[in-house]
């Protein structure tokens, strides 16, 4: 392992969704991450292990919460470790005498992250739910599409990983910065909002519309937009500064024309119809008209500017996201494969001094 983070130990008990990516952040990162797994079939959420690329870069032991050795396991890595991480529903932990208190009583110094859908408190602390339903009630959502139409699903991506699992990580960090052990409670409800914090004062000034599809981000400028191609698939267009436009109108072929004109969405539509996505693609390719192919999960590692940067990374068959950002002196790097549940307990037990 190696990286900015190279030398902090951090435990994870196992769950779903944006905790085990913040963990994989952090062992993207050079962190020692320890996934605690219980033994048994895990999530079917989750598939088959070997391929869940959330656990990459981490080792995982086994312990059953259920017995008092398995609590005791937990506690003890908690005591030799910086961070702490779990993503069950508020009182989970506690009940199963992992809790935060429990931990900090071995570990003054150590740094709790704790993941939820609602946070800790509140009304619906305790209720389930999931990343389109935090969305929803944060404001988030309802901007997402056209106007006329319902909000649309930004898969799990904004609400679970950006709200979620980002400001947990931040959230860890900066609990480590401050040097003594704390509590972070990390919503995913919480994150979302924050997220939105631009529009908030674009609302109060009058320069957002509290309405779908008519504001200049949310495909109510027809240079703001997706268009489709002649082979079925699609442009994204985002030429806001003039200059830009500009740029954009002549080598679309419809210049001059302004970013005014009543009739600039059908004109760009209909030009955009009459090629496919490649011959655009070559059209706009190294220009400053803000055009972009919009390309497939499995099409996206090929890109030639991605390629070049080595935005994506291929393990074990496995073509995959490589980790991010960039680091000029402790560049961090693709680690172990994802870890198989308890594959690694005697190595780490014996490791972080606990015996086997």
Not at 133 to 150: D, F, M, Q, T
Not at 256 to 263: E, I, K, N, W
Request: one cysteine or more; proline letters at 8%; aromatic letters at 6%.
């Amino acid at each position: 392992m190696s990286g900015p983070l190279d030398g902090l130990r951090v435990v994870e008990l196992a769950g779903i969704g944006p905790a085990p990516f913040a963990a994989m952040l952090l062992a993207d990162l050079g962190a020692d991450v320890v996934r605690v797994d219980r033994p048994g079939p895990g999530s079917p959420l989750s598939g088959d292990p070997a391929y869940d690329l959330l656990n990459r870069g981490k080792r995982s032991v086994l312990a059953d919460l259920k017995t008092p050795a398995g609590v005791d396991r937990v506690l003890a890595l908690a005591a030799r470790a910086d961070v702490l991480i779990e993503g069950w529903r508020p009182g989970v932990a506690e009940r199963l005498g992992v809790g935060p208190e429990a931990a900090l009583a071995r570990n003054p110094r150590l740094v709790y992250g704790r993941m939820t859908g609602w946070g800790q408190d509140g009304p619906l602390a305790r209720t389930a739910g999931h990343d389109i339903g935090y969305l929803a009630l944060s404001g988030a959502l309802h901007p997402i599409g056209r106007a006329g139409g319902p909000p649309q699903v930004p898969v799990n991506l904004l609400g679970d990983f950006a709200g979620g699992s980002l400001y947990l990580v931040v959230g860890v960090l900066a609990a480590l910065r401050s040097g003594t052990g704390q509590v972070v409670d990390a919503a995913v409800v919480d994150g979302a909002a924050h997220l939105t914090t631009m529009l908030s004062g674009l609302l109060a000034s009058g320069a957002w519309r509290d309405e779908r599809g008519v504001n200049l981000l949310d495909t109510g400028a027809p240079f703001y937009d997706v268009y489709e191609t002649a082979d079925g698939g699609h442009m994204a267009v985002g030429a806001l500064e003039p200059r830009f436009f500009e740029e954009f109108a002549r080598l679309l072929g419809i210049a001059p024309v302004s970013q005014t004109d009543g009739t600039l969405r059908s004109r760009v539509a209909a030009a955009f119809a009459g090629r496919t996505r490649e011959e655009w693609s070559k059209v706009f390719a190294g220009s400053d008209a803000c055009v972009a192919p919009v390309l497939s999960l499995a099409e996206a590692p090929h890109d030639a500017h991605l390629a070049a940067r080595g935005t994506f990374a291929e393990r074990d068959g496995v073509v995959q996201p490589a980790p991010a950002p960039r680091f000029s002196r402790t560049p961090a790097t693709l680690g172990r494969p994802p870890a198989l549940p308890g594959r690694d307990t005697d190595d780490v037990l014996t490791e972080w001094g606990l015996g086997s």
